[in-house]
């Protein structure tokens, strides 16, 4: 797809490699982070640290080993508690300093900083301006959408499964952000269910390809498929925002959570947090 820079490090064979040379399926110690980029500030513009979370490198077991950081998934809550700590202490911030949201697969905008947080409420977009925190999107499936303006120092997070991009949850967090002075959006959009990989009925696919003919596809094995991230990326180029999409399934990829590989499972996170202009450190 023309426009969209290809992470080829990431491919799923060479992770794959590395996850097996490492032994991953018996050591879950190690890496904390599928992906993650830290661009410190440049002159009056803000920089950003921006990452995926791996399914290793945390203490959850059983279905949700290792770092799972989904609290509503029926895990054991002191678990979720270390592999947040362990996440935020990766990030140099303290768990405090990590913010979610409670995602129910609509288009609500919550505007968070230091002070403002309500873990409570429902929202599938996270917006601040403020460098001591981090915003968190929870995924096993769905697409994590992490976007920035480094020019007014604005990050977002969206929480893009069917069901949202279909509601256009991607608008949503654009114009949440243009509100605010954002001009200037680049976007990282993570890793999700492949089309191969995602089956649905044929009017599931038809409502997602009247949101973009992007999202239409097939199966592997023929029948009716959406590929949302397809959709979400389409979206975000017609709006102008230079998008990074880190290729990855996560129904193929065992270092990630899928749902619809093993239906009682842990969620992984995108995360952006802002860094303070060079000027004001
Ligand atoms: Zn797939």
Redesign the pocket.
């Known amino acids: 797809m023309p426009g969209v820079t290809d992470v080829g490090r990431l491919t799923t064979t060479e992770r794959s490699d590395r996850l097996s040379a490492s032994g991953f399926r018996t050591n879950y110690a190690d890496p904390v982070f599928w992906w993650r980029e830290r661009e410190p500030g440049v002159g009056p513009r803000f920089g950003v640290d921006w990452a995926i979370t791996d399914r290793s490198g945390g203490t959850s077991t059983g279905s949700y080993a290792a770092l799972n950081l989904g609290a509503h998934v029926a895990d054991d809550p002191a678990a979720v508690a270390r592999n947040r700590s362990r996440v935020a202490h990766a990030l140099d911030l303290e768990p405090d300093d990590l913010r979610f949201m409670r995602q129910v697969h609509g288009c609500g905008v919550s505007v968070v900083d230091r002070e403002r947080h309500d873990p409570t409420l429902e929202a599938d977009v996270m917006i601040t301006d403020d460098p001591d925190v981090a915003l968190v999107v929870l995924v096993a499936d769905c697409t994590p959408v992490l976007l920035l303006d480094r020019t007014e120092g604005l990050a977002a997070v969206a929480h893009a499964g069917r069901v949202g991009f279909t509601n256009g949850v991607v608008g949503a967090a654009l114009n949440a952000l243009r509100d605010r002075g954002a001009r200037d959006i680049e976007a990282v959009v993570g890793p999700s269910?492949?089309?191969?990989?995602?089956e649905v009925p044929a009017d599931l696919r038809e409502a997602a390809a009247a949101a973009s003919p992007a999202a239409y596809s097939v199966s592997?094995t023929g029948t009716p498929a959406i590929d949302v991230a397809a959709g979400v990326v389409d979206h975000l180029q017609a709006a102008g925002v230079t998008v990074t999409w880190l290729p990855g399934?996560?129904?193929?990829e065992e270092s990630l959570f899928s749902h619809r590989r093993d239906g009682v499972t842990g969620r992984f996170a995108g995360i952006i947090r802002l860094l303070p202009p060079e000027d004001a450190a």
């Not at 269910?193 to 995602?198: G, I, K, M, S």
């Not at 399934?249 to 193929?252: D, K, V, W």
């Open positions: 269910v492949c089309p191969r990989c995602y592997a399934c996560t129904r193929e």
